[in-house]
C-alpha cells in the first residue's frame, strides 16, 4: 500500500464530505454526490476538470476524457489503497440525476446484494454524507450493473502533485 498517496485520499475525502455537511446544515439538499467527488478530486488532483458539472456530466467526462481509463470492480479497491483516483458513475435515465462516489482505501466489505466483497466509497449524494462505507451503501444490489467504475490515469501528474516536484 502506498500510504502516503492513500492517506491523501482519505483525507480529501473527510474534507469533502465535511464541506457538503457545513454547506447543507440541515440536509434540505439532497444529492450533492458530484460536489463531494468534485472537491475531492480537486484536493488531490489540483485539476479542477470536474468542477460545475452533474453526476451525469462527470459520467460522460470520465467515460470520454483521456485522463480517465475503465477499470473492474474487482480492482477498485486495491487500487484506492495504493492511492490512486478511482470514480464509480451511473447515469441517470430520462433526465434524472445521475450518481457519483469516490473509492477510499481500506479492506473491502461483505456485501449479499452485491454478491461478494465491495471496495469502500466517499458519498455525498441524496441521503448520504459519509467519507467511508462499502459502495454497496451507494447503490442497490439491483443497480450493481449500471454502475461504471474509472480510474484517472493522469498519474504523473498525480504522484507528482501527492509527493511533490520530481528531481
Known sequence: MDSLAAAKLTKAADNAV???KKSD??????????IGVSLAFEEVTESTELNGKTANEIADHAASDDDFEPTDLEDV????????????????????????????PGEKVSSG?????????????????????????????????????YKYKN?????????????
Not at 487500487?79 to 462516489?101: I, P, R, T, Y
Not at 459519509?130 to 450493481?144: A, C, D, F, H, L
Request: hydrophobic share 25%.
Open 18 to 20: 465535511a464541506k457538503v
Open 25 to 34: 446544515p440541515t440536509g434540505s439538499q439532497p444529492a450533492k454526490c458530484n
Open 77 to 104: 479497491g486495491d487500487s484506492a489503497n495504493e492511492g490512486e483516483m478511482n470514480l464509480g458513475v451511473s447515469k441517470g435515465k430520462d433526465g434524472k440525476s445521475g450518481h457519483v462516489v469516490m473509492a477510499v
Open 113 to 149: 446484494s452485491w454478491g461478494g466483497k465491495v471496495p469502500n466509497a466517499m458519498d455525498t449524494g441524496a441521503g448520504k454524507r459519509w467519507s467511508k462505507k462499502g459502495v454497496n451503501y451507494s447503490w442497490k444490489g439491483s443497480q450493481k450493473k449500471n454502475v461504471n467504475w
Open 155 to 167: 498519474s504523473s501528474t498525480t504522484k507528482r502533485k501527492i509527493y511533490g516536484p520530481l528531481p
